[in-house]
T-cell receptor, first 113, second 107 residues
Framework: DGGITQSPKYLFRKEGQNVTLSCEQNLNHDAMYWYRQDPGQGLRLIYYSQIVNDFQKGDIAEGYSVSREKKESFPLTVTSAQKNPTAFYLC????????????FGQGTRLTVV | DAKTTQPNSMESNEEEPVHLPCNHSTISGTDYIHWYRQLPSQGPEYVIHGLTSNVNNRMASLAIAEDRKSSTLILHRATLRDAAVYYCGTSYGKLTFGQGTILTVHP
């Protein structure tokens, strides 16, 4: 089955710890995205990448880091510098270009205590 | 970046048409307009997208204003399964979204 997989579905971490969220796709898409979702705030773009070994900051990149060493993978690290890390995180991928639909994963709910 | 705004919520009755508006007043000429919908605790799913002309697919229709500063997603006959949060977004290299409209469908 082709698709985009995020793991784990639920993640708990203690405050002050870095945590990495996984996102893998087998759709052969060049573009990948990370979004954060909070109640009533929609989808806010954290980082995006259009090609391996290159990525750009989105609207709320502070406290987050990413890597794109492989086309299929775009992991997101939530660092201890992120002030309010508890949220629902969504990964997406698409063909590069503006006229293509994006495919989303099922999300990871991160809770920091 | 195009700033996108949507109403917080809308309501409809089953089997009636629904028109979901979106404003993207700073959209550039090369930005596509996208619509996605999301059920609770799931990832968003694609609904429709377009550039300048109105678009139709099996799920919905997209009406784009002539100046492209607004668009409307049209669900021709709402069903209970259409109850979701609908996101309007624009893309040029990156895909960004508005805050979403919660659609409630009454039986």
């Amino acid at each position: 089955d082709g698709g985009i997989t995020q793991s784990p579905k639920y993640l708990f971490r203690k405050e002050g710890q870095n945590v990495t969220l996984s996102c893998e796709q087998n759709l052969n898409h060049d573009a990948m995205y990370w979004y954060r979702q909070d109640p009533g705030q929609g989808l806010r773009l954290i980082y995006y990448s259009q090609i391996v070994n290159d990525f750009q900051k989105g609207d709320i990149a502070e406290g987050y880091s990413v890597s794109r060493e492989k086309k299929e993978s775009f992991p997101l690290t939530v660092t201890s510098a992120q002030k309010n890390p508890t949220a629902f995180y969504l990964c997406a991928s698409s063909i590069v270009g503006t006229g293509y639909e994006a495919f989303f994963g099922q999300g990871t709910r991160l809770t920091v205590v | 970046d195009a700033k996108t705004t949507q109403p917080n919520s809308m309501e409809s009755n089953e089997e009636e048409p629904v028109h979901l508006p979106c404003n993207h007043s700073t959209i550039s000429g090369t930005d596509y307009i996208h619509w996605y919908r999301q059920l609770p605790s799931q990832g968003p799913e694609y609904v429709i997208h377009g550039l300048t002309s109105n678009v139709n697919n099996r799920m919905a229709s997209l009406a784009i204003a002539e100046d492209r500063k607004s668009s409307t997603l049209i669900l021709h006959r709402a069903t209970l399964r259409d109850a979701a949060v609908y996101y309007c977004g624009t893309s040029y290299g990156k895909l960004t979204f508005g805050q979403g409209t919660i659609l409630t469908v009454h039986p």
